[in-house]
């Protein structure tokens, strides 16, 4: 165990690692506390660098500013500023402006760290190998290791720090070009190998970053991955020529390599700490690597200052950027994935995909977008098909023979409300708010076969006529009291998860009393010990479920639903078939994915010839099992086409759910890749879930081109006349958002305490 005396303020520091991140930290807490003798090791020479240029928000600015004035000073003076992002689509040049970027060369940086750890007495040691970070432990009170993303430290304590890393699919190179871009400038290039990407900005005013990306695969076509740097830069310059003006590119020790993301499940071991690309990687295409390293150094020299003692210190510098840091590394991911999948969205037209590009990591919405550039939102906004004045998520849908009047659906939630199937008045309550709240579409929880298909004894069904009459009775108050709201019914079997407690009794466990015997397509429990395990279904059986599926379509039909959606997800039955881990048949039903297809389709088709052919029939998937062996993304790509050519009219595209292991990377909006890849794949209409919660991701998903339409529920329990507010929020009062007559007295905001008195033109001493 390191050593170190936990019961004092750090005087001996050794720092292990000179980029900005290291040398930051120690200049902070040097400054802070003059007395300490800190010492910081640097295997490479004083001017020594890779890449080139380092752009820093103005957060990070600010808080440079508060901590150091004398680094901001100096700073300040280097800084190129530059406002506006150039996008290239097939020789077209997009601007949008307003974004406000700050960059200088890496090399300045350092030398200015380096001046001010020189002013303030920082032991620097160029050229020189840290001792071993377990022996610096044993003489120091703490050991910043900010050694970067190949740090030795991390590895030296693997079995404690338990990192992860990950290694992506695009190959990228670091070079410059001796002029300043006058703007950020994306530019692609379609060659016969592959898509290539350019990154590229100034960070002087005679100089820029300019970093080349591609697919592993198009690298090693075009022959890159035999060429030198000085050869890969000279081939870079000729593919990006027009880009370049014919300038050249050069190199500084650039080599071509693949994007690490690394997580760490700690970050500190006794009196030793992970600071920077140590701790954890973001992608440079949100430009976060020095400005998280500059942050990681700031917490960690105002929880030293803050805290009792060292673990207090280290325990609150890692509490307080771990939130920060995860929620860089999604919007890092989201961007990264974008590019390496960029080819996907070369055919959109081109100022969606600007806008795509733009919104890629989640970050910079439509809302903010509009704010730094409206003239640019407002061109995009024409092109999606907007009328003045017209939000993109109060524009009209047509599916099959439906209209819907926006873009917003009430997605399904299980209420566990009925009994004996039946719905009740708290299910005409519950959805009729929702449809008297201005959503486009209002689907049904799921609406079980039958009793066995049943997930608890709450749950609702369409197998008897008692059922039928209930639901019509919730369907004509729809249609009567909501007009231009559709409503649709989502059916499905529980299968192998049925036959268990109400939500708030424990989901997922075995009722105490009165269970029933569950099946699916293989005998295997969802918690194994715990869950019933299934009957596997035989033939007979098979037919006997796809006519209650039928048979529940035509009640639906006859109650007047809009839509009827086939539930495929979730690891309930039909979903069982579609997933490797669920299903272990050996017959006709199992094995590949064309075969685990087999009965879903059959039950999709038969449910199409029940269901009345001008209205849309949609299929829910779990487009990912969130677990090792199980459905893919490029599986649900297939799925999705299969259920497409069948006759689907969307894909209502969810996720997980499927088995107890599974590991979810949730997020904001963090199912909506698994939508976008569909609808991009296949031009097939999608409907996108999974914490989507503002209206302006819903816009900002409609205008990228990542959905067609936006289910959304958590916030639909919260505010039932969610689409409404958003209308009234956007100021909008057309048809896709129309009150209902006895609440349009509501339709505005109400007014708050006032915010207008004058402030004092005096201030006496």
Known sequence: MPAGDATRAPLRIAVIGGGPGGLYAAALLKRLDPAREITLWERNAPDDTFGFGVVL???????????????????????????DIDIVHRGRTLTSGGHGFAALGRRRLLEILHERCHELGVDLRFRAEAPPAAELAAAHDLVIAADGVHSLTREAHAAH???????????????????????????????????????????????????????????????????????????????????????????????????RTVVNERWSYGNTVLLGDAAHTAHFSIGSGTKL????????????????????????YESE????????????????????????????????????????SRRVTHDNLRLRDPGFTDAVEREFGCEPGTPPMFTPFRLRGLEL?????????????????????????????????????????????????????????????????SWRRIVDFVHTRAPGTAFGVQLGHSGRKGSTRLMWDGMDQPLDTGNWPVAAASPLPYLPGVSQIPHALDRTEL???????????????????????????????????????????????????????????????????????????????????????????????????????????????????????????????????????????????????????????????????????????????YDPHW?????????????????????RAGSRTPPTGRTDAPRPRLSLN
């Open 57 to 83: 928000s103005d957060e990070t600015l600010g808080g440079i500013e508060h901590a150091d004035p004398a680094v901001y000073r100096a700073l300040r003076a280097e800084f190129v500023r530059w406002d």
């Open 161 to 259: 720090f338990a990192p992860r890393i990950t290694q992506h699919r695009c190959r990228y190179i670091w070079l410059a070009a001796d002029f300043a871009f006058d703007a950020f400038r994306f530019e692609i290039s379609e060659t016969e190998h592959g898509v290539m990407q350019l990154h590229g900005y100034p960070y002087a005013a005679d100089a820029s970053t300019v970093i080349v990306e591609m697919r592993e695969e198009v690298w090693e076509a075009a022959g890159l991955a035999a060429l030198d740097e000085r050869a890969s830069a000279e081939s870079c310059a000729k593919i990006f020529s027009d880009a370049l003006g014919g300038r050249p590119l050069r190199g500084n020790n650039s080599s071509w390599t693949a994007f």
């Open 293 to 316: 390293a500059v942050e990681d150094a700031l917490a960690l020299a105002a929880c030293i200052e803050e805290q009792p003692d060292l673990p207090a210190a280290l325990g609150a």
């Open 321 to 360: 950027r771990r939130p920060v840091v995860a929620s860089t590394q999604r919007a890092a991911a989201a961007s990264l994935r974008w590019f390496e999948d960029l080819a996907r969205y070369l055919d959109q037209p081109a100022r969606q995909f600007a806008f795509n590009l733009l919104t890629r």
């Open 405 to 469: 009047k926006n873009r917003v659906v009430v997605s399904p939630m299980d209420m566990y409300s009925a009994v004996d199937g039946v719905p009740g008045d708290f299910h005409l309550v519950h959805l009729g708010a929702r449809a008297l709240g201005g959503a486009g579409l209002v689907m049904t929880e799921m609406v079980c076969v039958s009793p066995e298909g049943r997930i608890t004894p709450g749950c609702t069904g369409l197998y008897t006529p008692e059922q039928a009459a």
């Open 543 to 717: 037919d006997g479920i796809r006519a209650q599926f039928t048979a529940a379509a035509r009640r639906a039909a006859d109650c007047g639903f809009d839509l009827l959606e086939l539930h495929c997800a979730h690891g309930y039955l039909l979903s069982g078939f579609l997933s490797p881990l669920t299903n272990q048949r050996t017959d006709g039903y199992g094995g590949s994915l064309a075969a685990r297809l087999r009965f879903p389709l059959e039950v999709f088709d038969a449910v199409r010839e029940s269901w009345p052919a001008e209205r849309p029939l949609t299929v829910r998937l779990s487009a990912t099992d969130w677990a090792e062996g199980g459905t893919t993304a490029e599986d649900a790509v297939e799925i999705a086409r299969a259920f497409a050519a069948h006759g689907a009219d969307a894909i209502d595209v969810s996720t997980g759910q499927v088995v107890a292991e599974e590991r979810p990377e949730f997020g904001r909006s963090y199912q909506t890749p698994y939508a976008d890849r569909i609808r991009n794949a296949l031009s097939v209409p999608v409907v996108a879930v999974g914490a989507i919660s503002s209206w302006d991701d819903v816009n900002s998903l409609l205008l990228a081109g990542r959905t067609d339409l936006c289910a959304l529920a958590r916030p639909h329990l």
């Open 723 to 743: 689409t409404l507010h958003a209308a009234a929020e956007q100021g909008y009062t057309g048809p896709g958002a129309s009150w209902p007559l006895p609440y």
